[in-house]
């Protein structure tokens, strides 16, 4: 599935909004992943409380590089925006972010991740469980500004953990 042309790629927003998976997506790129397309502003937004989502694999051992997101090519702003008050429990896991599908090029976001506004425990990589670890971790880089932000009051107990920042897959 390919998301991108304008506004947000996928919106996860409320506090109601809670279990729901966004995998194996090509969100800010054409359908080969070798291209930015940028929604112009955030190619996944978690926002407003919103609870125990996920964003890429689950880590279960099935299918777990299929669920891969793409997430590049947001030059304005952000592949991923995790913020506000009770916006907790997300986990954003195996994904590229700011490269093409092939994880061997730049696309890039302005800022890989970020996370603010009083988002709080929130996953960034592997949940360290010792099941699937490895696969769990993104891979962030090529971005123009930072690969990770974390930034605000009550922006606390985050994890970003696995990951290959600044590398190639």
Do not use: P, W
């Not at 490895?134 to 990951?163: C, D, F, H, L, R």
């Amino acid at each position: 599935f390919t998301l991108n042309g304008g506004g947000s790629g996928e919106n996860i927003t409320g506090a109601s909004v809670t279990g729901n998976v966004v995998a194996g997506n090509y969100i800010g790129v054409n359908a080969a992943g070798t291209a930015g397309l940028s929604n112009g502003t955030v190619g996944v937004m978690v926002l407003a409380a919103a609870q125990n989502n996920i964003i890429g694999t689950n880590g279960d051992g099935t299918s777990d590089t299929v669920e891969r997101n793409i997430i590049s090519g947001q030059t304005g702003n952000y592949g991923v925006y995790v913020a506000g008050t009770n916006t907790s429990g997300n986990r954003v896991s195996g994904n590229y972010i700011g490269l093409n599908a092939a994880g061997s090029a730049a696309i890039a976001n302005y800022t890989g991740v970020y996370i603010g506004e009083a988002a709080s425990s929130n996953f960034i990589g592997t949940n360290g469980d010792g099941t699937n670890d490895t696969i769990e971790g993104n891979v962030i880089s090529g971005n123009t500004t930072y690969g990770v932000t974390i930034y605000g009051a009550g922006t606390n107990s985050n994890k970003v953990s696995g990951n290959y920042i600044g590398l190639n897959s």
